[in-house]
């Protein structure tokens, strides 16, 4: 039973961070209809941000938190702005690979200037380095703030979806294109905006992946990347919610496999479920189904 | 005598004959050293892929990102059989069930699979891929994460041009059957097809399946021509590298893949010596053409034999108007 909790922390853990990420992958796949493959490098550039902040400058968390999504958020408008909006009218197929290069270079780039090696991040002290003890169930402070600010983030981002102008016009933008412009919204500038918000949840992602895991490097996003991705499809891409419970979803489903059975399958159970998922519902859990029409 | 020099299929003989002979005159004199060999090798295994997956994107525009599972199929399979009968019917044997085991996976996973759309299949092939992956990294007789090594090496230029020409051929003839334009007309509208009565499901599956024993026969003559293999060369990046060379080349441009096929294989060779900033200045590259040309090199255009006529026409008349 303790075995089982304990299981259950860190899978909620695991899951945040999938989560974070996930909801820049399905609001970005629902306003342009892109898998943003450099979404996951973003995230590491996060990481590294978060790091330079903690070990050179010695900031504490949360400024280090907000820098990284600042930097994260105005990287990810520039990759909109450079690579993806000159393409809006292309195939997709041809911004996919656009992406897929943007990533590349993103990865490539960082190892150019920061090396190959594995950093790790700085121990966390004071009361951030407290550790509870339930029972024999372990629960970090580490673990609290992630889960507690990536909960602030989602409700913070629910927010400004439903409640906001700019959210509205994100959620015009994504149903009608066109239909969005004649009633006057600016589709450049919402579609900027999806993308600023989705790049620094990646960026907060980031460095909570540092103080939780303590190693970054320039590779890192590539794993979390699909898992994330999936956890998206899983949800019902282009749904935020669905992003949240694909995210802590696919984080447990990880956690119990390697937790109970082999960790060496645990991807494999991933993917097993989502093409089972795509299979029996192809538009997600939270998807519905459009009939297509001639 | 004229007559028969105009036959296409002639032509083409006399020009695969030639650059079978060219190649491998510039082996024998050495112009092509060893090191160029392996580089000719990537580019032929390279073009089988990125033919076959123009096959299944290109041709029959079913979106899939999960080819280098199946090369590692091919792979696996013809290692494992070269390994126990190292001769050249082995070798044979070893390539030919590499891709039919290969055709028979795409098959089961075509089916349930290809039903999804767009990004989905995408996707679902993709965990596909990662799937068969993380099954030969956890299998005895694949040898887990260390991989198979010491396969024999068989692969000379005879046969890399043998199955890399064959390929090209047989997928080239295929476009232009009635069962190709069937799977293009299948990518063109799939509503509109079926309404036709053509039955989609059956040409994405033998589009897939296709592909599928194509990408087996790659994956086997890469095993047997750089004498080890493992899991981790068969990763995503793995598919979305022969991605990248069908979408360079251009969607459904068979010459066009050939083409970028090589023309990577260049770049990536003349890259060699900056090893620092190699992938950087490759993803530079990558984002600048697709900026600059949206649908590839060759757009959805093939190169033909008669584009040489044609320059010489255009010479001609340039040199009376002269």
């Known amino acids: 039973m303790e075995r089982l909790l304990q299981q259950v922390v860190n899978g909620i853990s695991l899951g945040s961070i999938y989560a974070l990420i996930a909801l820049g992958y399905t609001m970005v796949y629902g306003i342009i209809k892109l898998i943003n493959f450099a979404h996951c490098d973003v995230y590491m550039i996060g990481a590294y941000v978060g790091y330079f902040c903690m070990s050179y400058f010695r900031l504490g968390l949360l400024p280090s938190l907000l820098i990284a999504m600042v930097v994260c958020m105005l990287l990810g408008v520039a990759i909109e702005k450079i690579a993806y909006r000159p393409l809006r009218n292309a195939a997709r197929i041809t911004v996919l690979i656009t992406a897929i290069g943007v990533s590349l270079f993103l990865e490539y780039g960082t190892m150019f200037f920061v090396k190959a090696e594995t950093r790790t991040y700085p121990p966390l002290t004071g009361w951030l380095a407290r550790i509870f003890r339930i029972g024999n169930v372990v629960i970090s402070m580490q673990q609290i703030v992630l889960v507690g600010i990536t909960v602030i983030l989602m409700v913070l981002l629910q927010f400004i979806v439903k409640k906001t102008k700019t959210g509205k016009a994100m959620r015009a933008v994504s149903i009608d294109q066109d239909a969005a412009e004649l009633m006057g919204i600016n589709v450049d500038t919402t579609i900027s905006f999806t993308f600023a918000l989705g790049s620094a949840l990646a960026g907060a992602a980031g460095v909570l992946v540092g103080i939780y895991y303590n190693s970054i490097n320039p590779l890192m996003g590539m794993v979390p990347g699909i898992k994330a991705f999936i956890a998206a499809v899983f949800g019902g891409i282009g749904i935020i919610p669905g992003a949240m419970i694909g995210g802590y979803f696919i984080g447990m489903v990880e956690v119990f496999v390697s937790g109970y059975g082999n960790s060496m399958f645990r991807d494999a159970v991933v993917y097993a479920i989502l093409i089972l998922i795509l299979i029996v519902k192809p538009a997600g859990l939270l998807g519905k189904n459009v009939r297509e029409k001639v | ?322």
């Open chain 2, 1 to 322: 005598m004229g007559r028969l020099n105009e036959h296409p299929a002639i032509k083409k003989a006399i020009a695969l004959v030639l650059s079978y002979v060219i190649v491998q005159m510039l082996i024998s004199t050495n112009i092509i050293s060893d090191y160029l060999q392996v580089t000719l090798a990537t580019i032929c295994i390279n073009i089988i892929l990125a033919v076959s997956l123009n096959l299944i994107t290109g041709i029959t525009g079913q979106f899939s990102l999960g080819h280098a599972g199946f090369m590692s199929i091919g792979a696996y399979m013809c290692a494992l059989i070269v390994l126990r009968m190292p001769t050249i019917p082995g070798f044979l044997l070893g390539v030919f069930a590499g891709a039919a085991a290969a055709a028979l996976v795409g098959c089961v996973v075509g089916l349930p699979t290809l039903r999804l759309r767009g990004d989905y299949l995408a996707i679902a092939t993709l965990g596909m891929a990662e799937i068969i992956r993380v099954i030969f990294l956890n299998l005895e007789i694949t040898n887990g994460a260390a991989g198979l090594s010491g396969i024999p090496k068989f692969v000379n230029w005879f046969w890399l041009f043998v199955f890399t020409a064959g390929t090209i051929l047989v997928i080239s003839n295929f476009i232009r059957s009635s069962h190709g334009r069937a799977c293009i007309s299948v990518r063109e509208d799939e509503i509109a097809a079926d309404a036709m009565g053509i039955n989609t499901t059956k040409y994405k599956v033998m589009a897939f399946t296709f592909g599928a024993f194509c990408a087996g026969i790659a994956g086997a003559l890469y095993a047997t021509s750089f004498y080890f293999i493992e899991p981790g060369l068969f990763g995503f990046m793995k598919s979305i590298d022969v991605l990248v060379i069908v979408v360079l080349g251009g969607l459904g441009s068979i010459s066009g893949s050939v083409l970028a096929a090589v023309l990577l294989a260049v770049i990536s060779t003349l890259l060699q010596s900056f090893p620092e900033i190699r992938m950087v200045l490759y993803a530079l590259l990558l984002i600048i053409i697709m900026l600059f040309r949206p649908q590839g090199l060759m757009g959805s255009k093939e190169i033909s034999l008669n584009v040489f006529g044609k320059l010489g026409d255009l010479f001609a008349s340039r040199k009376r108007r002269v």
